[in-house]
């Protein structure tokens, strides 16, 4: 009689909306044919996304990234950094009030902090490399304040201990 009570309730999980089907829209793969690590998406305004994390090509230092994605799914604009911006890879981005981004994330050499200011189309406006220089940068998380200011908390420290900072920055840099 159990076997049959579980059977019986197992059978009712559907109509109780336990168990929902998801139907996958679109898929998107990001690859450079290098080591490529996804840190962070934010929605645009449009409905599509900007994605941002790290790749590195075999046997150099690894460099930041920006991919635009349609709403649709389609690639974009991405902008690989070169090693000449000093960019380790963002962790954190978001779109702004004017379509352009603010990514947060390593310096080019793992422990430096740097914030980056890009327009639409991903091209550099400013960079902020923080004061705070502690040992490895580990996380950051950026926002944009309702002053059209720029609000960051960087995680940084040894590998047994963490530091967090708060900066507020304006909306140029300082």
């Known amino acids: 009689m159990g076997r049959f009570a579980l059977i ?61 994605i349609s709403p649709s799914g389609g690639i974009g604009f991405n902008h690989i950094f070169d090693e000449g911006d000093d960019l380790g890879g963002f962790r ?3 779109s702004t009030n004017d379509n352009g981004y603010i990514a947060a ?5 793992s422990s430096e902090f740097v914030v980056m200011r890009s327009d639409s189309t991903g091209n550099v406006d400013w960079i902020f490399e923080s004061p705070f220089d502690e040992g490895l940068m580990m996380e950051a998380q950026v926002l944009e304040t309702i002053d059209d200011q720029i609000l960051v908390v960087e995680t940084g420290g040894s590998t047994s201990f963490g530091d967090n900072h708060l900066i507020k920055l304006n909306s140029i840099g300082d």
């Open 8 to 68: 019986m309730l197992l059978s009712l999980v559907p109509l109780l909306g336990f168990a929902q089907r998801f139907e996958v829209t679109w898929t998107q793969r990001i690859d450079y044919n290098r080591s490529d690590y996804g840190y962070a998406i934010a929605q645009r305004a449009n409905g599509g996304f900007v994605v941002t994390g790290s790749t590195r090509p075999v046997s150099e230092s690894a460099t930041a990234y920006i991919q635009l």
């Open 105 to 109: 994330g390593r310096g080019g050499n």
């Open 92 to 94: 954190d981005i978001i």
